[in-house]
């Protein structure tokens, strides 16, 4: 990337004013984010040597400063460094990946996007102008309809625990219609008994929905997961925990519904004689 | 006026196309603070008697009243609230809760009513030391020998101070000495305590301990009731 552009363009990469200043100055250096420090045991000013993949051969730079990103969006595990270091190893002077525009009003967005686009329509290299969401979103569909692919995932994981969880139930219930025989001959009411099996099926969901989400909200945190570096920011956010919580309270209707109404409409003497 | 009244009840069961006559215009009074034997052959209505009493089936046709209400006539919800506060109900295989200790086994009923965490603790201890299982309030129904825990059965059936107690077949499942302890113990529950106990079993022996001696076959009392050999003693 040029350097100076990209550091003005985003604010959101912070770092001190003399390592900013000694990347500037270094056609070698690089700026790591925070993350990487401890992954790879690097340290400030060492020469790392990255051997390349799409690029092959090996590339080293000296790391003059480490970034912390403001925002999440900005990954804290990236490697940033200067574009005509890389210009000059790959011979390809002037040919870039993409551009980054500012814009001073984000209603002018789309008119500028089709200006840029039309400038270089009959060029060597035709420009596709676009947000930066929709710049990033493009990065996730490289690995195919990743949206699609997570939300099958999830129902799949949601109905095997369905079918999990009300067949304990019904097991459960089935089991102890001697013991809802009993307590309906104590006294305990249908309404009662109904009202036990759904909070039984509900202690099972909330648990379920403690351990799973409670474990998400500190798991992801604690080991920094980014989806190899495709899903900078990702977070357990407040509105997952609240789909979470929905589909627990899903799972305790559907697996609580019918033990619970079988037990309250349980006929006592028939239950009595499959005890006896 | 007679503690229960069964007034010309009908009972019938349909199985399959068949219709089953238990009772035809059944009549009987159990008087309050006696102890009755129902004996009779299998089939001949005894269980069903005892779960028309307590309210947990209903007669085809006819009257069940006990203590004057009239249970034949409840709802669900009325017979489940009745049933805690004037049943007493014991089993032959005690149906005790596997998870629960003695102490919350016997605590069951009073959950349904009103009273104080304290009040309850008094009256557990006080149903387990009538049964002499005060030092059993910790164990599991897997710790305790088959008579022990139809003694805590009997503890549960009389820690509400019910109307009635019912006991279908109590010593069917006990040896010898365990059915005689409970047999003891009902007797002594019926004259220090003056509870009914109307008791269901085959087992002449344990009939002669209650003071009346029914007699049913086929939904039919064969004989009026007399009275036992012991009670007469």
Do not use: C
Request: no cysteine; aromatic share 8%; charged share 20%.
């Amino acid at each position: 990337m040029d350097a100076e552009s990209y550091l003005k363009i985003y604010p959101e990469i912070v770092l001190p004013p003399e390592q900013r200043d000694a990347f500037l100055k270094d056609r070698t250096g690089a700026l790591i984010g925070k993350r990487l420090l401890p992954q790879f045991g690097w340290k400030l000013g060492q020469n790392v040597t990255l051997q390349g993949t799409i690029f092959p051969g090996d590339w080293t730079f000296t790391v003059d400063g480490v970034y912390t990103p403001t925002d999440p969006a900005i990954g804290d595990d990236v490697l940033i460094f200067h574009h005509e270091y890389f210009d000059e190893r790959i011979g390809r002077a002037g040919i870039a990946g993409w551009y980054i525009v500012e814009v001073d009003d984000p209603a002018h967005g789309p008119a500028i996007a089709k200006a840029i686009d039309d400038m270089f329509r009959n060029s060597s290299a035709p420009t596709k102008t676009g947000t930066e969401r929709e710049f990033q979103a493009s990065f996730a569909t490289m690995w195919g309809n990743v949206s699609f692919l997570m939300s099958t995932i999830g129902l799949a994981v949601v109905f095997a625990i369905l079918l999990v969880t009300a067949n304990a139930m019904m097991m459960s219930a089935r089991e102890r219609t001697g013991e809802i025989a009993v307590l309906k001959t104590v006294g305990f009411s249908d309404r009662l008994l109904f009202g036990l099996v759904m909070v039984e099926a509900g202690a099972m969901a909330l648990t379920g929905a403690v351990l799973g989400l409670g474990g998400a909200k500190l798991l992801y945190p604690a080991i920094n997961f980014n989806g190899m570096g495709f899903l900078p920011g990702f977070a357990v956010t407040t509105s997952t925990l609240v789909i979470g919580a929905l589909v627990a309270v899903g799972l305790m209707l559907a697996s609580g519904l019918v033990p619970a109404l079988r037990a309250a409409r349980l006929p006592v003497v028939q239950a009595l004689r499959h005890v006896e | 006026m007679a503690l229960v009244e069964i007034r010309d009840v009908y009972k019938s069961f349909q199985r399959e196309e068949q219709r089953i006559d238990v009772f035809t215009g059944l009549t009987l009074d159990i008087e309050a603070g006696s102890f009755t034997a129902l004996m009779g052959p299998s089939g001949s209505g005894k269980s069903t008697l005892l779960n028309l009493i307590a309210g947990l089936d209903k007669p085809t046709r006819g009257t069940v009243r006990v203590a004057g209400a009239p249970v034949s006539e409840m709802s669900p919800s009325q017979l489940a609230a009745w049933r805690a506060r004037n049943i007493g109900f014991v089993f032959q295989s005690f149906n005790l809760l596997p998870v629960l200790t003695a102490y919350q086994n016997v605590e069951l009923p009073l959950l349904l009513t009103r009273l104080s965490g304290k009040e309850r603790t008094e009256r557990v201890k006080l149903a387990l030391d009538v049964v002499g299982l005060a030092d059993r309030a910790d164990h599991y129904p897997r710790q305790l020998s088959g008579g022990q825990e139809q003694r805590t059965a009997i503890a549960r059936a009389i820690v509400a101070d019910p109307t009635v107690m019912l006991l279908d077949e109590p010593t069917g499942q006990l040896d010898a000495r365990s059915s005689q302890e409970v047999l003891t113990l009902l007797q002594r529950l019926n004259s220090e305590f003056s509870k009914t106990i109307v008791i269901v079993t085959h087992d002449a022996h344990a009939a002669e301990r209650a003071k009346m001696i029914l007699h049913l076959e086929k939904g039919d009392l064969i004989e009026k009731p007399r009275v036992a050999a012991a009670a007469a003693r």
